[in-house]
């Protein structure tokens, strides 16, 4: 079946640091490709996405292209802030049937000052 | 900007009772859909719902889980007899053509 994997966290960063959390997905045809963000105690933000091979999201200066040869979304973010210390999540929909949407295990961020 | 909204945002139940969660989807959305968040883990598909019945749901959307949209507005998620294991986050979340909107999420708590 479909599927979503990110890599763990942890990630601790200082601040301005660079950002990379790698996001690998297993789907039959062309989904759609998300980047969620979730602050402690809050709900799900979409923060980015992507529907097609080659395109790329992006939002607050983060960036994420649609690698279909890697089958990849991989997040980035070239300075990151403490107020970017969050739980980030990737996800995709595909693009038959019920569009529901499968989550990848959450990777958790914290930024340093 | 249109949003989807939930009530209440945070609800303690006993063990063995049963508790609706209320969603209001974006007005103009036909797909709609749970989803759960155990603390600290992954998001996770409960089902899907589109022209008044279910089209799609998870294996952990057994007999005690239904869901209903009982007038034009709103969308709920009614546990029968909650378990201990139910205490998750729930989110809504409505869909017009790919895009899904989540709600903000309702706490529940069984004790």
């Known amino acids: 079946g479909d599927s979503v994997t990110q890599m763990e966290g942890p990630v601790t960063l200082s601040e301005e640091a660079f950002l990379t959390i790698n996001c690998t997905y297993t789907?039959?045809?062309?989904?759609?490709l998300f980047w969620y963000v979730q602050y402690p105690g809050e709900g799900l933000q979409l923060l980015l996405k992507a529907t097609k091979a080659d395109d790329k999201g992006s939002n607050k200066g983060f960036e994420a292209t649609y690698r279909k040869e890697t089958t990849s979304f991989h997040l980035e973010k070239g300075s990151v802030q403490v107020s970017d210390s969050a739980v980030y999540f990737c996800a995709l929909i595909r693009n038959t049937g019920g569009f529901k949407t499968i989550f990848g295990a959450g990777t958790r961020l914290f930024v340093k000052a | 900007e249109p949003e989807v909204t939930q009530t209440p945002s945070h609800q303690v139940t006993q063990m063995g009772q049963e508790v609706i969660l209320r969603c209001v989807p974006i007005?103009?959305?036909?797909?709609f859909y749970w989803y759960r968040q155990i603390l600290g883990q992954k998001v996770e598909f409960l089902v899907s719902?589109?022209?008044?019945?279910?089209?799609?749901k998870s294996e952990i959307f057994d007999d005690q889980f239904s869901v209903e949209r009982p007038d034009g507005s709103n969308f709920t998620l009614k546990i029968r007899s909650t378990k201990l294991e139910d205490s998750a986050m729930y989110f809504c979340?409505?869909?017009?053509?790919?895009?899904?909107?989540f709600g903000p999420g309702t706490r529940l708590t069984v004790t």
């Open positions: 789907a039959t045809g062309y989904p759609s």
């Open positions: 979340a409505s869909r017009e053509v790919s895009e899904q909107y």
């Open positions: 007005s103009n959305h036909l797909y």
């Open positions: 719902f589109y022209n008044n019945e279910i089209s799609e």
